[in-house]
């Protein structure tokens, strides 16, 4: 049973790594009895988020145990990031100290939880009360023990459960006592009782609170349909614009497709344009790659002058939500040479010594139209700053998913801190990681904070293998925290 809850215990964490006879004397805790072990879900020792969408369930599982024949009681403690107080539903033993319990998250952000566990000494009574019992031995100590762990409970109950829990002692402490004994037992509502109200003393809780962090639905699963909004007119040989776009959606929707997926939108850059069909020589009249961002018209907070307008996109991005589709942005960190940044921003570009900008590689492949921004530069900061301007440019125009484009070539630290950033004033934008690259690649940038992400499908061809790696994706610690889309 959930409840909420407030402190009435002393307590300890478990895990503590301290030397127990410091300075000649035992250090502080040294009568907490419990230990919590192996708590799951957690990633690499709690130090990333496990991820779950509204609705899902988190089961939470932990190795409860302490000396003696004393029996624990645990609680799983969880809340919003948005509330104060914790929630709490009680743990339940299975097999081999393994306790369990289970919560649902309601809304998005971040959810909290730890475990707690302390010596039960009501429930270790009633144990040893019920065999003596059976055994017929003499049980008024016990009852008068009974009694004064009533009245400690009484003293930290609310009115209500004070009256019932006062009226509890003076049966146990009344002449007429051995007649109520299979009450005294057995009896569901007193261990609701002092399940609520008894203290906690010499509580064992987790050393670290772990986090999940929850998305909407469209996190778990979407559709998506690619179109190069360029591609888009109806009338062969014209460029396409978001007008045209407009028109397609109800193809879209009718194909049951609930993303509609938008590569760059961007001015193009004329510097070293590349033609059609990979030509590395742009003819006259060809379009160039919409991944060399930047020209005259502006950057990537800009789009492409012969697809429409702003305003043209905005009418795009409404008349999409209307049938249930959302439009997800590519976001290309990189520029072609045509770029505002690029002389605006020397400082963020590598400059070989010739002068010339270092442009993009993967040799023997050669991207002359494009220019991949230095981040080890001085100035990283501001290009930090920048970068993440340009997520919150669109998400203010209504995008809430980005397809990011080869995130796996940018530093693991700039996208937990700017995805971190942006999920807390818009929770509710999701992030796609378009990294064909090595599965630990992928799993870090899904721990740092990607929504979804590429997998490693294509490198994988026999049924073997294919087994192998969809075995992987949802049955081990990846199922957690990377979501393949």
């Known amino acids: 049973m959930e409840t909420a809850t407030r402190e009435r215990q002393t307590s300890r964490t ?68 948005s509330e104060n107080g914790w929630r709490e539903t009680r743990m339940t033993p299975t097999v081999n100290d393994r306790w369990e319990a289970e919560f649902t998250v309601k809304g998005m952000g971040r959810y909290y939880f730890t475990v707690q566990a302390w010596v039960d000494h009501f429930r270790t009574w009633r144990r040893d009360l019920k065999k003596r019992v059976a055994a017929n031995q003499e049980v008024a100590v016990d009852l008068q023990i009974g009694a ?3 009245d400690e409970a009484a003293q930290h109950a609310n009115d ?23 009450q005294i037992c057995d009896d569901l509502e007193l261990d609701r009782l002092m399940d609520r109200c008894a203290p906690r003393h010499h509580a064992t ?20 349909y690619e179109m190069f909004p360029r591609s888009a ?7 396409g614009t978001f007008q045209d776009v407009i028109k397609r959606l109800p ?29 590395p020589v742009a003819q006259p009249g060809d379009v160039g790659s919409p991944w060399g961002i930047g020209g005259p018209e502006g950057g990537h907070k800009a789009v492409h002058p012969q697809l429409g307008t702003l305003e043209d996109f905005d009418q795009l991005v409404l008349a999409a939500r209307q049938l249930g589709i959302e439009i997800a942005l590519d976001i290309a960190f990189q520029c072609s040479p045509d770029h505002p940044y690029v002389k605006e921003h020397p400082q963020w570009f590598r400059h070989r010594p010739d002068g010339t900008i270092q442009y993009a590689e993967n040799p023997p492949k050669k991207y002359e139209d494009i220019y991949p921004f230095d981040f080890e530069t001085d100035d990283w900061q501001a290009l930090w700053q920048e970068l993440k301007s340009v997520f919150v440019f669109w998400i203010e125009r209504g995008v809430r998913i980005f397809r990011v484009d080869n995130p796996h070539t940018k530093p693991f630290p700039f ?41 490693y499908f294509s490198w994988r061809n026999t049924s073997e293998e294919l087994r192998e790696y969809l075995t992987e994706l949802t049955t081990t610690e990846a199922a957690e925290f990377f979501r393949p889309n």
């Open 205 to 224: 809780t987790m050393e670290r609170e772990l986090t999940i962090v929850v998305d909407r639905e469209r996190a778990r699963f979407s559709s998506w």
């Open 233 to 239: 007119a109806d009338e062969p040989g014209r460029h």
């Open 415 to 455: 996208w937990e801190w700017v995805i971190g950033e942006l999920k807390r004033d818009w929770p509710d934008v999701l992030f796609l990681a378009e990294a064909f690259t090595r599965p630990k690649i992928m799993y870090r940038l899904a721990k740092l904070g990607f929504s979804q992400s590429y997998t």
């Open 160 to 182: 209500a459960d004070r009256q019932r829990l006062k009226q509890w002692e003076q049966r146990f402490r009344s002449a007429e006592a051995r007649q109520h004994l299979s």
């Open 251 to 279: 193809y879209v929707s009718s194909m049951g497709f609930n993303v509609l997926y938008l590569p760059p939108i961007h001015p193009i850059g004329q510097a070293h344009r590349k033609g059609r069909n990979n030509s």
């Open 14 to 81: 478990s895990g503590s790594q301290n030397d127990p006879s410091a300075n000649g004397k035992p250090v502080a805790g040294g009568q907490s009895r419990v230990v919590i072990e192996r708590v799951q879900p957690q990633i690499d020792g709690g130090q990333y988020p496990v991820k779950r969408v509204i609705g899902e369930r988190v089961m939470v599982e932990a190795d409860i145990f302490n000396d003696g024949h004393d029996l624990p009681s645990a609680v799983l403690r969880f809340r919003h990031e």
């Open 148 to 150: 004064e762990m009533l």
